[in-house]
């Protein structure tokens, strides 16, 4: 990328926009109100607007490495919560996508410095699953099998929370999709909460 080019592209993108409508920017900056918070990965190759075809103000977006929700992650908690109670988003997608670098990392045994505590809880959902993945013989296929069981176990963190489950309860939706690089294909998991939440529910139904 040329930054030197960036502010002419900037101002490219301001011309179309007002060409198209002159009240655009006026509309932007009266304040936002998406029907959906976004949580995505952090590669570069995987931007939520795009992939969902959104216009600025239609997504509320998170983003950090292998699309994690980790229950002492202040960061991602705060945007939960903000969107939920306060922006009262109708859907929280999840999407992961196959080739995830932090995925990739996460199953190799080796020590990656400051990167290990994040890794931990990737490879924790490799241990919950371990029976499966470790049946895959073919190492792509387990890869990306792991992709889909962490966005499953993120959006099982999502629905930990009491502000989620309280929403829930007024149509709130979440969903966990991945993203195929090879294909540009979105795959709904097409999650089955009441089943993968049926031995838990007892301990994270805290919605009282």
């Not at 109708?90 to 199953?107: D, E, F, L, P, R």
């Not at 490799?126 to 387990?142: F, Q, V």
Request: proline share 2%; charged share 25%.
């Amino acid at each position: 990328m040329n930054l030197e080019k960036v502010f002419e592209h900037n101002q490219e993108w301001i011309n179309m926009r007002l060409n198209q409508n002159e009240a655009y920017f006026d509309n932007l900056s009266s304040g936002q109100t998406p029907e959906v918070l976004y949580i995505g990965c952090s590669d570069s190759r995987v931007t939520a607007e795009e992939l969902l075809g959104a216009e600025p103000g239609e997504v509320f977006v998170h983003r950090n490495i292998a699309n994690m929700v980790v229950g002492i992650d202040l960061n991602t908690t705060s945007v939960l919560n903000y969107a939920v109670d306060h922006l009262k988003v109708k859907h929280i997608i999840v999407c992961g996508h196959y080739n995830c670098g932090g995925i990739k990392a996460a199953m190799v045994p080796k020590d990656l410095g400051i990167m290990n505590p994040w890794l931990r809880n990737i490879r924790d959902v490799y241990r919950l699953h371990s029976d499966e993945l470790n049946a895959i013989e073919n190492e792509g296929m387990r890869y990306n099998r792991l992709v889909e069981l962490n966005v499953q176990e993120q959006c099982v963190n999502v629905v930990k929370n009491p502000f989620v489950q309280r929403a829930m309860e007024n149509g709130l939706e979440v969903h966990g999709w991945v993203f195929d690089l090879f294909t540009g294909k979105l795959i709904d998991l097409k999650l089955d909460f009441d089943s993968i939440l049926e031995n838990i529910k007892e301990i994270y139904d805290i919605n009282e």
